[in-house]
């Protein structure tokens, strides 16, 4: 008998098949690092926003606003969410400012309020279907 030589169908077929799964599996991790790039890239700008908040705060020191906030709850000391805007455009991060003293902290109404604050900056933005958070604290002393 003459040995014959080349391809069958089947071979094609299984071969095809091998190559579709592994260009659907790099396909699929291309697009899982693009949505990780994404992610890494919000959050790092989110934490940027935080950052510039918590630095202004501490540079402007206690203020006399801070008085008798976040005693008994946790105040914000903004209205509501507050819109981050760069360059006149709208960011697609919110900033929340809340204070806290530190009788409400450690639960102790022993302790002599007004002295020590604690400020919590919340930066949030969506991701996907979810609401991501950022939060970063800081502590002012009354001097």
Do not use: W
């Not at 693009?34 to 935080?50: F, G, Q, V, W």
């Not at 105040?75 to 530190?102: M, P, Q, R, S």
């Not at 604050?117 to 979810?130: A, H, L, P, W």
């Amino acid at each position: 008998m003459k040995k014959e030589n080349g391809f069958t169908g089947i071979d094609i077929v299984i071969s095809v098949c091998v190559l579709t799964i592994f260009i659907a599996i790099i396909g699929n991790l291309v697009v899982l690092i693009n949505l990780n790039y994404k992610n890494i890239e919000r959050k790092s700008k989110a934490m940027t926003y935080a950052i510039q908040e918590i630095e202004t705060i501490k540079a402007l020191g206690y203020q006399d606003k801070y008085e008798g906030k976040g005693i008994n709850t946790r105040d914000n000391l903004l209205e509501e969410e507050a819109d981050i805007y760069e360059n006149g455009k709208f960011t697609g991060y919110h900033k929340c400012v809340y204070v806290e003293d530190y009788v409400y902290i450690k639960q102790d109404m022993d302790k002599k309020s007004n002295i020590l604050k604690q400020i919590t900056v919340e930066i949030s933005y969506g991701f996907g279907n979810k609401k991501q958070l950022i939060s970063l604290s800081t502590c002012l002393v009354k001097e």
